[in-house]
């Protein structure tokens, strides 16, 4: 008997692939089916985001945050417009506070559900995914009743929202929250409790607390390694401070703390917290004007500020630097996509090529966000 | 801590090598970058700053003339502050320590700022391009960056020179 | 039996017994093959109209009889087979090309031969083999060697990757699936799937039908040991893991397209109807009515097979678009660790309970 030999092999996962959820390329070292090493490659889809915004004016960076995050353009938008107000220490009126906090928390629950369906996907569950999709479908067609547009929105400016809201919308809404709170439940019995995809996702892919602040994870995923971080509870912004919810962290329910299970379920949760913001908000609606008075070309003043928000992926922040011009002298955006993928290598080696896609689902990453 | 606290800490430790510059905003520290890695390592380090979170790193040109800027948005878990620290580089040649083992998410924000500024970061184990193609010509988020000409028989289309605003 | 019926017809017209042999083999063959197409052509239909329901949807509705305005997408898999015979028959350059143009129909052969030993009723079959489950067993291994053929042959690593899987899949679940079968075989006494049939008629009890799945608590669980073995094989989800779409593409496929791809689709349904067809004719007694005494002309026999099989084939359709994928160390341990020893234990079980019982 000779000895049996193995030898590393590359496998490029990617630019084409199923399950790399946009144009990533994972150049994977594999012996067998075990990887060894993972070297993620971007920029596929590079769009010049931070170059773009420092030749146009400071509203016309709106739309181009739409496509930065197009899972979550609302609050691609909001975390851009809380920073510009911040910078141009300008207050909005109630309204439009509500408004966009309803609108984050509607695309947060949108985001979650595709993020949890596709997740389902790349497990190989295909039922679940349309199930989600079929009850995003319904936020966006309430999207699309409020602005126009069902994926890029361009709906929150400074200073306001574009469109006030249809004024049937709030019943609408709330209609749709009584509709979706019990599917919860079934998507829970279709996919989350069933024994295969917690085989596969418990004790898989463990992201510890600390690498995972080091590796700056954050959002759903730092929640799922049981830190308890959420921006609208730590540093609130808009007026998260006046509802009353939870942050959801893991809690290693089915295997270790920070698995790909505690991921998963820890969007799960959050569903849940948002519809309450959404019951709580829609509550106090205030009535009034939602567009505020400003020149057509903003000039904030000289400066520069950074400030994060918690979008669907994590801390979304926005460094922004004013020379007192109309046009922005920096943008950049720090994207919580970006941050969650650069983990991968170090929670990857080790296991198989499915888990690969496995960890790499439960991240969530938006390759949108991640190139710019 | 506050901003004030934070800043005699580092003061302490390492005495001159944070620059007092009343341009910055409230919550910024200007420092000299020769230290930057021993900085880095003891606001990581100390218990009672405990910064185990770089939030962002963002370049800044600060105009044709003037100079590069690194800024660096740290964060501490433990205690939920932050402090945003300033380091200029020479436009010539911008180089600062690496801090990619100090906060692993360094790595990649490193080569973000490298790709798009030429900031060169000694010590970083893998400084490539990561969001242009490995063999792009020039740095793109710099005020005086030229467009390549042709990419690979591409010719990139000329930007129309705008009228200025207003 | 269909091929001795016609040997023996041509024997009375004359005696030309070479000719008279592969006549018989034609003619008995050709429907067998059409049979194989349209089986393919329902159960893809079938599969889009089952997952289409259970995901909410309504699955395809243009085509079908009238133009755009079809009933029900009936003709969508007519409309699907076309597709594929017209599409461009890619061979990559970099492949091993008589081997990739050799292993959809080395797997083809595979589910046709196994497809000759089903008995659909008392006297429509083939071939009635005396060892006809050893036979469609032994057959159904031949597809894995076109498997590994194509995966190879590809020269892609997703390819490969996929035949290495499946290989080790289908390899490991046969022991199971194999151990399994004995038991009514035991039961029965037989290899013979007629006889084996036979073996089941009348009733437990005069309530239950006398099928061997019923016969037992051990034989009980071997049907299911034995089906979810026989999902394994044909690489279907949860199993489907040769195949992940998600993974690795499309695993062995990855480098087909039109009419050799269409060729491995229609083997897959093929292995589907035929592991159904064993599983019905051991476990729950093949043509035989499920009310004793009841609706056992010859008609009938086959009505039942059918029903039975296709209730099977929708317990795998349903199996696919519930479930998630396992994997690949999980299913070594599903077959090895769990599937094998209880195999084991039920063929031990079912010698005692013999000997005791009868």
């Not at chain 1, 019951?279 to 057509?296: E, F, N, T």
């Not at chain 2, 010509?137 to 005020?143: I, V």
């Not at chain 3, 290989?167 to 490991?172: C, D, L, P, T, Y």
């Not at chain 3, 037992?216 to 049907?223: Q, Y």
Request: glycine fraction near 8%; include cysteine; aromatic fraction near 12%.
């Amino acid at each position: 008997m000779g000895v049996v030999q193995t030898d590393q092999m590359v496998l490029n996962i990617g630019p084409q692939h199923p399950s790399t959820h946009g144009v990533l390329r994972l150049e994977v070292m594999t012996d067998g089916e075990i990887v060894s090493q993972i070297k993620p490659h971007l920029g596929y889809l590079h769009r010049c985001f931070e170059k773009h915004s420092e030749n146009v004016t400071y509203e016309q960076v709106i739309p181009f945050t739409d496509r930065c995050d197009y899972l979550a353009s609302m609050n691609s938008n909001f975390g851009y417009v809380v920073t510009m107000e911040e910078l141009m220490e300008i207050k909005v009126s109630d309204r439009v506070e509500y408004i966009r906090v309803i609108m984050g928390e509607l695309n947060r629950i949108a985001s979650h559900l595709l993020a949890l369906g596709v997740y389902g996907l790349d497990i190989g569950a295909f039922t679940p995914f349309l199930y989600m999709l079929r009850d995003r479908e319904r936020i966006l067609d309430m999207f699309e009743y409020t602005c126009g547009a069902r994926l890029l929105y361009n709906y929150m400016w400074v200073g306001g929202v574009s469109h006030d809201l249809p004024k049937d919308f709030e019943k609408i809404c709330i209609g749709f929250l009584d509709y979706f709170e019990p599917q919860i439940e079934e998507y829970n019995n279709l996919l989350t409790y069933n024994k295969i995809f917690i085989e596969r996702t418990a004790d898989v892919g463990v992201i510890p607390a600390d690498v995972a602040i080091s590796y700056g994870v954050s959002g759903p995923n730092l929640r799922g390694s049981g830190v308890n971080w959420d921006v609208r509870k730590d540093e609130p912004y808009s007026i998260y401070d006046r509802f009353e919810f939870d942050v959801p962290i893991g809690e290693g329910k089915f295997g270790t703390l920070g698995d790909c299970f505690d991921r998963y379920w820890v969007r799960m949760l959050e569903i849940k917290e948002s519809v309450r913001i959404l019951r709580q908000a829609l509550k106090d609606l205030p009535s009034g004007d939602v567009h505020q008075a400003l020149p057509k070309k903003i000039r904030p003043p000289k400066g520069s500020i950074y400030r994060r928000t918690e979008s669907p992926r994590g801390d979304l922040g926005y460094y922004i630097i004013s020379d007192g011009s109309p046009i922005p002298s920096r943008v950049k955006m720090r994207s919580p996509a970006f941050t969650a993928l650069s983990c991968l290598d170090e929670v990857s080696k080790g296991w198989m090529i499915s888990d690969v896609i496995a960890i790499l689902g439960s991240l969530d990453i938006v390759l949108g966000e991640i190139d710019r | 801590m506050n901003i004030e606290e934070i800043k005699s800490a580092i003061t302490n430790k390492f005495s001159g090598s944070v620059i007092e510059n009343d341009e910055l905003s409230k919550n910024q520290i200007e420092i000299k970058g020769s230290k930057w890695l021993e900085v880095a390592t003891f606001m990581r380090d100390n218990p009672d700053l405990s910064f185990d979170q770089l939030e962002c790193i963002t370049g800044v040109d600060m105009g044709e003339e003037s100079n590069l800027q690194s800024r660096y948005n740290l964060h501490s878990m433990e205690y939920r502050h932050k402090v945003e620290i300033v380091i200029n580089h020479d436009r010539k040649k911008p180089e600062i320590s690496s801090v990619e083992q100090v906060w692993r998410i360094g790595d990649w924000f490193e080569r973000e700022t490298y790709d798009m500024f030429g900031i060169s970061y000694k010590g970083h184990r893998d400084l490539r391009r990561i969001l242009c193609p490995d063999d792009w010509e020039g740095w793109p988020l710099r005020k005086d960056y030229e467009g390549q000409e042709s990419y690979h028989g591409i010719v990139v289309p000329k930007i129309k020179e705008e009228e200025e605003w207003e | 039996m269909t091929v001795d019926f016609l040997i023996d017809w041509f024997s009375t017209i004359g005696n030309f017994p070479i000719l008279a042999f592969i006549l018989a083999v034609v003619i008995s063959g050709i429907p067998l093959f059409l049979f194989m197409a349209l089986n393919a052509m329902v159960a893809v239909y079938a599969e889009r109209k089952v997952s289409a329901f259970m995901m909410d949807r309504i699955g395809p509705m243009g085509q079908g009889p009238g133009l755009h305005a079809g009933k029900w997408g009936l003709l969508q898999t007519v409309a699907d087979a076309i597709k594929l015979l017209v599409k461009e028959d890619t061979i990559p350059q970099t492949s091993d090309k008589l081997l990739f143009k050799m292993a959809p129909f080395i797997i083809f052969i595979g589910a046709f031969l196994g497809l000759a030993a089903v008995p659909f009723n008392s006297s429509l079959q083939v071939v009635d083999f005396n060892v006809g489950v050893f036979y469609i067993i032994a057959v159904g291994s031949i597809g894995v060697i076109g498997i590994v053929m194509a995966g190879w042959s590809s020269n892609n690593k997703w390819s490969l990757y996929g035949a290495m899987r499946s290989a080790a899949q289908i390899i490991s679940y046969e022991i199971p699936a194999g151990l399994s079968i004995i038991i009514p075989i035991m039961m029965a006494g037989t290899m013979n799937l007629q006889t084996m049939i036979q073996f089941q008629s009348g009733s437990i009890w005069g309530i239950l039908p006398n099928w061997i799945i019923f016969n037992n608590p051990f034989t009980f669980l071997a049907f299911f040991i034995f089906f979810i073995s026989a999902v394994a094989e044909t690489n279907r989800t949860p199993f489907d893991i040769p195949e992940a779409e998600s993974e690795l593409v499309a695993g062995w496929m990855t480098e087909y397209s039109g009419f050799r791809w269409a060729v491995f689709f229609l083997s897959e349904y093929a292995n589907m109807f035929v592991v159904s067809g064993l599983a019905v004719a051991g476990f729950l007694g093949g043509w035989q009515s499920p009310i004793p005494g009841m609706f056992d002309s010859a008609g009938w026999g086959l009505f039942w097979f059918m029903v039975k099989v296709i209730f099977l084939i929708f317990l795998m359709m349903w199996f696919r678009w519930t479930f998630p994928r396992l994997r690949v160390d999980q299913l070594m341990h599903v077959c090895w660790k769990v599937f094998i020893p209880i195999a084991m234990f039920n063929i031990f079980g079912v010698g005692i309970w013999k000997l005791i019982i009868g």
